[in-house]
T-cell receptor, first 119, second 108 residues
Framework: EPEVTQTPSHQVTQMGQEVILRCVPI?????FYWYRQILGQKVEFLVS????????KSEIFDDQFSVERPDGSNFTLKIRSTKLEDSAMYFCASSEYAPVLAGGTYEQYFGPGTRLTVT | QQPVQSPQAVILREGEDAVINCSSSKALYSVHWYRQKHGEAPVFLMILLKGGEQKGHEKISASFNEKKQQSSLYLTASQLSYSGTYFCGTPAPNNLFFGTGTRLTVIP
C-alpha cells in the first residue's frame, strides 16, 4: 500500500540554525500539507501546497517557514533560525483531491512524522 | 474555526461503547475522523458526509445532529486496539481544521 514517507525521523538542532524536513508524498496525490503537533497537544495546520504553490497557510506559517517541491517527488519544509518553541512533531500529509472537492470525500494520508528538537 | 471535542478523555472497559463529539460554530460540510496512537501519525478512520453517508471503518459510525453543527463518533464493543487520541477534522478549501482531541483508553 502506498504511503507517505518522511526523513529524518528525529532531528536535533541548536537554536538559530536552519533545518529542512523532507517528505515524499504518495505518487498520484496532488495536494500536500504540513502539520505541527507540540507534545500532548492538538494537530495544527501549517500550510497546504498545490500545483507548485502555496494554496493556504496558517498564521503559524510566517516568514520563518518555507516549502518547496524541488523535484517530482520530494516536498520540503524549511525552518529558518529555529527557536525553542519550534520543537514539535512535524507531519507531512498528502491527498488526491482538495478538501472540499469531490464532495469532501477525500482523505489525507499522514507520514510518520519528524520529531524536531531545538536545544 | 477549530472544532471542539468532548469529552477530553474517556476510559472504557473492553466491550463497552463510547461516543465522541465534535462541535463547530458553523454547519459542517463533512467531518473527517482520525485516530492517533502515542508517538505515531494520525490515521484516517472515516468521513461523514453532509447527507449522512459514511465512508471508511466498518465498526465505527458517525452522525450529525439536526443543525449539522455537531458530529458524534460511535465506537461499539471497544477493543484494546481502539485506545488512542481521536481527532475530528473539518475541511476548509485547502486544509483540515483538527479538533481538540479526545483521549480514549480501553482497559481489559
Amino acid at each position: 500500500e502506498p504511503e507517505v514517507t518522511q526523513t529524518p525521523s528525529h532531528q536535533v538542532t541548536q537554536m538559530g540554525q536552519e533545518v529542512i524536513l523532507r517528505c515524499v508524498p504518495i505518487s498520484n496525490h496532488l495536494y500536500f500539507y504540513w502539520y505541527r503537533q507540540i507534545l500532548g497537544q492538538k494537530v495544527e495546520f501549517l500550510v497546504s501546497f498545490y500545483n507548485n504553490e502555496i494554496s493556504e497557510k496558517s498564521e503559524i506559517f510566517d516568514d520563518q517557514f518555507s516549502v518547496e517541491r524541488p523535484d517530482g517527488s520530494n516536498f520540503t519544509l524549511k525552518i529558518r533560525s529555529t527557536k525553542l518553541e519550534d520543537s514539535a512533531m512535524y507531519f507531512c500529509a498528502s491527498s488526491e483531491y482538495a478538501p472540499v472537492l469531490a464532495g469532501g470525500t477525500y482523505e489525507q494520508y499522514f507520514g510518520p512524522g519528524t520529531r524536531l528538537t531545538v536545544t | 474555526q477549530q472544532p471542539v471535542q468532548s469529552p477530553q478523555a474517556v476510559i472504557l472497559r473492553e466491550g463497552e461503547d463510547a461516543v465522541i463529539n465534535c462541535s463547530s460554530s458553523k454547519a459542517l460540510y463533512s467531518v473527517h475522523w482520525y485516530r492517533q496512537k502515542h508517538g505515531e501519525a494520525p490515521v484516517f478512520l472515516m468521513i461523514l458526509l453532509k447527507g449522512g453517508e459514511q465512508k471508511g471503518h466498518e465498526k465505527i459510525s458517525a452522525s450529525f445532529n439536526e443543525k449539522k453543527q455537531q458530529s458524534s463518533l460511535y465506537l461499539t464493543a471497544s477493543q484494546l486496539s481502539y485506545s488512542g487520541t481521536y481527532f475530528c477534522g473539518t475541511p476548509a478549501p485547502n486544509n483540515l481544521f483538527f479538533g481538540t482531541g479526545t483521549r480514549l483508553t480501553v482497559i481489559p
